[in-house]
Antibody
Framework: EVKVVESGGGLVQPGGSLRLSCAASGFTVSTNYMNWVRQVPGRGLEWVSIMYSGGSTYYADSVQGRFTISRDHSKNTVFLHMNSLRAEDTAVYFC??????????WGQGTLVTVSS | QAVLTQPSSLSASPGAPASLTCTLRSGINVGPYKIYWYQQKPGSPPQYLLRYKSDSDKQQGSGVPSRFSGSKDASANAGILLISGLQSEDEADYYCMIWHNSAVVFGGGTKLTVL
């Protein structure tokens, strides 16, 4: 069964850092495209980042230079390292498998709250 | 102007069809783009419905009923999600998506009410 489970969310102060994890099962993250998508509760979806199977990465302009996506093949896990966090980064963060552009499996999400 | 524009809400009756539009910004031609559609119900993550570029290049999500289909309206520069035979369980938020300039763009979403 394909599954992705996010963790690592929580309350962090502005300017702080957080690392989100996305543990996958039923498939191998390093041979798939993996994305992070976020959603402010009650609002729309915003794409954050992608890591391709070959290792290349792309980011939304809103997080470029502050967020970094990475993966650990041995743990079959994808990470989102978030630095210099701002109030506007507050959202539920979803880990999503991407099959040739189709975002076919979404995790349940983890809530990040940036507040003093 | 947003890259993708969706009506914020739409209401339709059970059994009736519903046509959800996703309009691309002026200057971005819908023709070459694959339009992806997702459904999100309260308290749940989005679910992949389908992808549509043309009648010869489309994909239905696993387990997605055939009453969900995609198309394009070139004159309106828009992608369309058509739901035939609306059911109460179709009440949800619907998002369109494209890949544009090496980034993913989502529309603002349409809240579909079945009443």
């Amino acid at each position: 069964e394909v599954k992705v489970v996010e963790s690592g969310g929580g309350l962090v102060q502005p300017g702080g850092s957080l690392r989100l994890s996305c543990a996958a099962s039923g498939f191998t993250v390093s041979t798939n495209y993996m994305n992070w998508v976020r959603q402010v509760p009650g609002r729309g979806l915003e794409w954050v980042s992608i890591m391709y199977s070959g290792g290349s990465t792309y980011y939304a302009d809103s997080v470029q230079g502050r967020f970094t996506i990475s993966r650990d093949h041995s743990k079959n896990t994808v990470f989102l390292h978030m630095n210099s966090l701002r109030a506007e980064d507050t959202a539920v963060y979803f880990c999503v498998r991407d099959i040739g552009g189709d975002f076919d499996f979404w995790g349940q999400g983890t809530l990040v709250t940036v507040s003093s | 102007q947003a890259v993708l524009t969706q009506p914020s809400s739409l209401s339709a009756s059970p059994g009736a069809p519903a046509s959800l539009t996703c309009t691309l910004r002026s200057g971005i031609n819908v023709g070459p783009y694959k339009i992806y559609w997702y459904q999100q119900k309260p308290g749940s993550p989005p679910q992949y419905l389908l992808r549509y570029k043309s009648d010869s290049d489309k994909q239905q999500g696993s387990g997605v009923p055939s009453r969900f289909s995609g198309s394009k309206d070139a004159s309106a520069n828009a992608g369309i999600l058509l739901i035939s035979g609306l059911q109460s369980e179709d009440e949800a938020d619907y998002y369109c998506m494209i890949w544009h300039n090496s980034a993913v763009v989502f529309g603002g979403g349409t809240k579909l009410t079945v009443l």
